[in-house]
């Protein structure tokens, strides 16, 4: 039976590393449904080389995972990435653990600032979350962007 966004108080998740294989599985069966599904991202674009090499984070509500995000390591630095939460767990405060884990993670790896390209629609997750916009809005995946930075 899938869980209900009433679950746990507050609709809050447990957000929890995502460790191996069967956590990987996971966290791209939820993009796909959010990415792919929902938003008509290629497929082909949505799983990236990155991946192998970043930290992942699963949010999970009643044993089911219901959102996740990862932050990737490069030349730039941390930067947060494919944060997905499905649409039945929205607007209850899943998406800004996924990103609270993941910025605690680049903080522990001594990181002193975190980017990521907001979808322009969920931006103001990121502004609650104290990000600032660091750039003009462009198109990933044919959908609007924008660049935004925290110092952490």
């Avoid at 869980?3 to 939820?30: C, K, M, T, Y």
């Avoid at 910025?103 to 990521?116: I, P, S």
Wanted: aromatic fraction near 6%; avoid cysteine; glycine fraction near 10%.
């Amino acid at each position: 039976m899938a869980p209900s966004p009433n679950d746990l108080p507050g609709g809050q998740a447990h957000v929890r590393p995502g460790i191996g294989e069967a956590d990987f599985a996971l966290a791209l069966a939820v993009r796909w449904r959010v990415f792919v599904e929902e938003q008509g991202v290629p497929a082909d674009l949505e799983h990236d080389a990155a991946d192998a090499a970043s930290a992942h984070v699963l949010a999970v509500v009643a044993s089911e995972v219901v959102g996740t995000g990862r932050l990737v390591f490069d030349a730039d630095g941390a930067r947060i990435g494919r944060v997905s939460v499905l649409p039945d767990f929205r607007h209850r405060g899943i998406g800004s653990q996924i990103v609270a884990a993941l910025e605690a993670e680049a903080a522990v790896r001594g990181f002193a600032e975190v980017t990521l390209h907001a979808q322009t629609y969920v931006q103001e997750l990121y502004d609650k979350n104290g990000y600032a916009v660091s750039g003009p809005t462009f198109q990933e995946a044919g959908i609007d962007h924008v660049p935004m930075i925290k110092q952490l």
